[in-house]
């Protein structure tokens, strides 16, 4: 709930304690979470879009392409401007005449009005970053941020930095590849400039993302391959070379989604084992986040005063088409590689009006290999004659050592290499907690049958699956890295060439085994699943 108080002529977002000081008119605005202050950047694109001379005024955006000045609610019609192409014709200028102004005196005003609302958010959110530090300091927790260069994680950044009264918390950045320029400038020179004790480790990938595309399709709302491989894999990989384990203090939100509105504060089981997110600000609405920021006075992401409501990655299926309109805007180059590869997609799927499918960000909402290289991922088992309960598993690839490394998931591997063929005797602990054999595989290199002869306490189809979807990846695997982002100990390496595991950091959880359809997640993009 948002009110605007007359007197102050700043919007107050606790009435209750708002009163207490203030004899003002109060009227309530916005049953939202949103109010964000517009730098003239912005200004400048409302005034070509309404027609009017916006750039003096002081304007707050209240979502949905409500912006509130002079004393009312207007609604921008920025949607079908866009659709009209009309920003093309201010693009350049635009481009050629960018004001980012560091001085935010024009909104103090609210902080003044919301003082005692914003100092008590505070005071309880550094209360739970001490409290949770002090809880794992002695397991050798090591507090790090986890940081993109966009609001959340700024705010969480100073938090966490105020609250341990600690300049040198190490900062983890995820690079997906796909940030914006303004991103990369705050990140690596802007926020270092105003704090240079801070040590900011970028994780990167070695994967080209639209190489990727042409295998998996571009990223959409349904099929969000892209933060598997350019996200999580590349953060586990930095977190191994900590010498302890990370406290993460994450920007994250309940109100940012619906996936997030369930998240608790504090997850104790992540991704990675040796991981625990602490989420601050978990709580916090999109006003809070602009409050903090203008309270401490915090240099913030360019991509804010152009007018970017969220920053990430530049081609991300969920941005709105007023993010997609500024990207055409401030980085046409991108945009036309970007819409290129999506006539290329869709010219592929047998689409017929490609600028519908493009423009109408049809792209965003596309499920299933439709445009894909289709492939046959099937495996087939027979009966083996070496028992009643044994399989033949019968693969495409001619087996090799390689081979090996994908059986490590399945148990401990006790090898042994005969003139006939290799036999390879895995034991793990079974279901009754003892650790002892499960079941033995016999292969011949160069041929393409795998040999499953399963103990008599095995499920021995349960058995054959997992081994199929380990062959899967044999068969198929790019080295994509998504494998690399499941396992929770970092066993798993596919970024130096082959897929590997670490039999020393790996636990058997097999996590890993089934986390994708197929077991691949090449094999689950690309299985036949027509899709449109």
């Excluded at 950045?173 to 040590?199: H, Q």
């Amino acid at each position: 709930m948002i009110y605007w108080c007359h007197k102050c002529g700043e919007p107050i977002f606790d009435k209750v304690m708002h009163e207490c000081n203030c004899d003002g008119d109060i009227v309530k605005i916005s049953e939202g979470t949103i109010c964000n202050p517009v730098f003239i950047q912005e200004r400048k694109l409302l005034s070509k879009i309404v027609g009017l001379d916006l750039t003096e005024k002081k304007i707050w955006y209240f979502g949905a392409s409500k912006y509130y000045y002079d004393g009312e609610m207007h609604r921008v019609p920025y949607r079908e401007w866009y659709k009209a192409k009309e920003h093309l014709k201010c693009a350049e200028e635009l481009r050629n005449d960018i004001k980012i102004e560091r001085d935010y005196s024009l909104y103090m005003g609210v902080v003044e009005a919301n003082k005692a609302y914003i100092q008590n958010l505070v005071f309880e959110a550094e209360n739970y970053i001490v409290d949770i530090f002090n809880k794992y300091k002695n397991y050798d927790y090591i507090p790090t941020v986890s940081f993109s260069g966009g609001k959340d994680s700024t705010v969480v950044s100073r938090l966490v930095r105020d609250a341990l009264q600690d300049n040198t918390v190490i900062h983890f950045f995820g690079d997906t590849t796909l940030e914006f320029s303004e991103t990369y400038e705050y990140v690596m020179t802007k926020f270092r400039k105003e704090n240079p004790m801070l040590p900011m480790l970028p994780s990167e990938t070695e994967n080209d993302f639209f190489k990727l595309c042409k295998v998996f399709g571009p990223p959409s709302q349904y099929e969000r391959w892209c933060c598997t491989i350019f996200k999580t894999s590349n953060l586990n990989k930095e977190l191994e070379n900590l010498p302890g384990r990370s406290l993460s203090f994450l920007g994250i939100r309940h109100s940012e989604s619906l996936a997030r509105k369930f998240y608790e504060r504090t997850q104790e089981h992540s991704k990675i084992s040796s991981q625990i997110n602490a989420m601050p600000i978990i709580e916090w609405t999109d006003y809070d986040v602009w409050l903090y920021v203008l309270f401490k006075n915090i240099l913030i992401n360019d991509c804010y005063r152009y007018g970017y409501k969220r920053v990430g990655c530049w081609c991300c299926p969920n941005n709105s088409d007023w993010s997609m309109m500024l990207t055409e805007i401030y980085h046409p180059e991108d945009m036309k590689k970007w819409k290129d590869m999506i006539y290329e997609f869709a010219m592929k799927t047998g689409k017929t009006d490609l600028d519908d499918y493009y423009e109408e960000g049809r792209w965003r909402t596309r499920r299933g290999a439709s445009g894909l290289e289709v492939k046959n991922v099937t495996i087939t088992d027979t009966a083996c004659n070496l028992s009643d309960r044994a399989r033949n598993i019968i693969i495409e690839k001619k087996l090799n050592k390689d081979a090996i490394e994908f059986f490590k998931p399945l148990g401990d591997l006790k090898i042994v290499e005969k003139k006939d063929a290799t036999y390879i005797s895995v034991c793990d602990k079974d279901k009754s907690g003892e650790y002892r054999k499960c079941f033995e595989l016999i292969i011949t290199y160069g041929t393409n049958v795998i040999k499953v002869l399963p103990e008599e306490r095995i499920d021995s189809i349960n058995l054959v699956n997992r081994i199929k979807c380990q062959m899967r990846k044999y068969q198929f695997c790019i080295r994509c890295s998504a494998c690399d982002s499941v396992c929770p100990y970092g066993a798993i390496d596919t970024i130096h060439g082959k897929y590997t595991v670490d039999e020393s950091k790996c636990q058997h959880c097999k996590k890993c085994i089934a986390k994708f359809y197929n077991g691949c997640i090449i094999c689950d993009k690309v299985a036949g699943k027509k899709g449109s």
